[in-house]
């Protein structure tokens, strides 16, 4: 399984240490622009899901002209 965790700057080299003591446990940071690409990612899955559940018919949309209206 893997895990992204967000942890504070001053809190990470402790959690780090913490992590690597369990023998069956890789921890490798990443840099923030590769986490910023994660996120951007796993919206753009929520965003397909959506899609899939409104093809369904498992959730609402609402007319167009509404939204261009709110502008």
Same mark, same amino acid.
Do not use: C, H, Q
């Given at each position: 399984?893997?895990?992204? =965790? %967000?942890?504070? %700057?001053?809190? $990470?080299? @402790? #959690?780090?240490?913490m992590i !690597?003591?369990? &023998? !069956?446990?890789? &921890?490798? *940071?990443?840099?923030? *622009? %590769?986490?910023?690409?994660? %996120?951007? =990612? !796993? +919206? =753009? !899955?929520?965003? #397909?899901?959506?899609?899939? +559940? =409104?093809? $369904? @018919?498992?959730?609402?949309?609402? *007319?167009?002209?509404?939204?261009?209206?709110?502008?």
């Amino acid at each position: 399984m893997k895990l992204l =965790i %967000d942890i504070a %700057d001053d809190k $990470a080299a @402790g #959690f780090m240490e913490m992590i !690597k003591s369990y &023998a !069956k446990v890789k &921890a490798t *940071p990443i840099s923030t *622009p %590769d986490a910023e690409i994660l %996120d951007e =990612i !796993k +919206r =753009i !899955k929520e965003a #397909f899901n959506d899609v899939e +559940r =409104i093809k $369904a @018919g498992k959730l609402k949309t609402r *007319p167009v002209e509404d939204l261009l209206n709110e502008l």
